[in-house]
């Protein structure tokens, strides 16, 4: 099933570097304005581990769609993370409205207001939320049809928004070309595509930039046919290590989120 993808920002710094990026990517609609004027299935909210709604997007989110949504994103990281979401997952959760339907809470940062410039946590955090859309809709299929997403971790977590467009990139690559069955397995194809990301995430692999950004931060690319079937034999790949490792890894379940 096709998600449509809205990038959705007030900063017209982000709004100009997606659009570089994305400039191959026409299905993907980019609008300089609010994320709460987007009439989408789920709105995307960058957070920290614990899921404090206490500043930024979320702050605004939350005041929009009422108190009550903290609670359940806090709830939902308690019963599944023990109350500190890692880098890398995501949450979504009921809004009780029609539009948003969900609300997809990523962490891009540990504690509120930290910098992540010099992270791949914005690659990390835009996987989860793509991967939370197959979940969630695996689970109900159709439940989300669009979805609209920030620049994330370019505000607070003072990323250039260029470099945030780049990893947003490989993120929505990665989730338009193949459906995985878990976190685990999304971010063993995610280190397929840039690397070893570490324990803890923290190194910006520069080596890795979008052909689209300006000349001294290219690399030698593929094209895009080569780089698919590339793409889908590392994800195989990734899915049989992680299967392998670990049949019996429950810890993603949505069954709840209907």
């Known amino acids: 099933m096709s998600v449509k993808v809205t990038l959705v920002d007030i900063n017209p710094k982000m709004i100009a570097a997606w659009r570089d990026t994305f400039e191959e990517n026409p299905e993907v609609t980019i609008l ?7 009439d989408v299935s789920a709105w995307v909210s960058p957070t920290n581990a614990g899921g404090r709604m206490d500043g930024g997007l979320d ?26 979401m890692p880098v890398g997952h995501a949450t979504c959760v009921p809004t009780g409205r029609p539009s948003p339907r969900f609300l997809i809470s990523t962490p891009t940062m540990v504690a509120s207001s930290e910098d992540v410039s010099d992270s791949m946590n914005v690659a990390l ?23 609209a997403l920030p620049g994330l971790g370019a505000n607070t ?41 570490g324990p803890a995430t923290t190194t910006y692999k520069k080596s890795f930039m979008h052909p689209n950004l300006p000349s001294a931060h290219k690399v030698t690319v593929p094209d895009s046919a080569a780089a698919q079937a590339q793409l889908k034999k590392k994800i195989a790949e990734a899915q049989k290590d992680a299967l392998d490792d670990d049949k019996d890894f429950e810890d993603e379940d949505f069954d709840d989120f209907e």
């Open 32 to 38: 300089h304005g609010s994320m709460l004027d987007q």
């Open 59 to 84: 702050g605004v989110i939350k005041k929009f769609l009422g108190a009550g949504i903290e609670h359940a994103v806090q709830k939902q990281i308690g019963a599944r993370y023990g109350g500190a």
């Open 125 to 147: 955090a835009a996987a989860a939320a793509f991967q939370a859309v197959h979940m969630q809709n695996a689970t109900n299929p159709g439940s989300i049809t669009s979805i």
């Open 157 to 197: 977590g003072r990323v250039p928004p260029e470099i945030c467009a780049d990893l947003m990139w490989t993120a929505y690559d990665l989730f338009r070309s193949a459906q995985l069955p878990d976190f685990q397995t999304m971010r063993a194809a995610l280190e397929g595509l840039l690397g070893d990301l």
